[in-house]
């Protein structure tokens, strides 16, 4: 499953007082993110993603994502087994003018694989296990 989010950050943002976004996202693994951001931010805008108030993009520290002028697809393998189910963007803009945006797909894998209807299927009795009772 696909996720994405593409966000303006305001000129002047600050570093001690980020702009913030909420990405909701799936249970599963998160196996790649693909990111971009215009030539014209520069290093001005810089982002980060936290799961749960621990940072996992970028890998290391309280670091910041900036300068991903072409789309960048970093892979990954990040278990999201808790909820709520939401990343957690932090970003600041140093330009005085003008707003910059940030692009951030990411791909989640399912928890568990999706099994296809088959001919014959008993949906009454995934239905009754899915939402107990009967059906």
Known sequence: MLFKINC????????????FQKLSIAKGRITQWLLQMPEECADLMQFRVEYHKTQILPFSGST???????????????????????????????????????NIYVNIEPAEPFEAAKPGFDFKSAWSKLFGGGG
């Open 8 to 19: 303006h950050v305001p000129a002047n943002t600050a570093v001690a007082a980020p702009d």
């Open 64 to 102: 910041w994502m900036y300068a991903m002028f072409e789309p960048t697809v970093l892979k990954d393998d990040i278990e999201i087994n808790d909820g709520p189910y939401n990343l957690d963007i932090f970003a600041f803009n140093l330009d005085d003018r003008y707003s910059h945006e940030y």
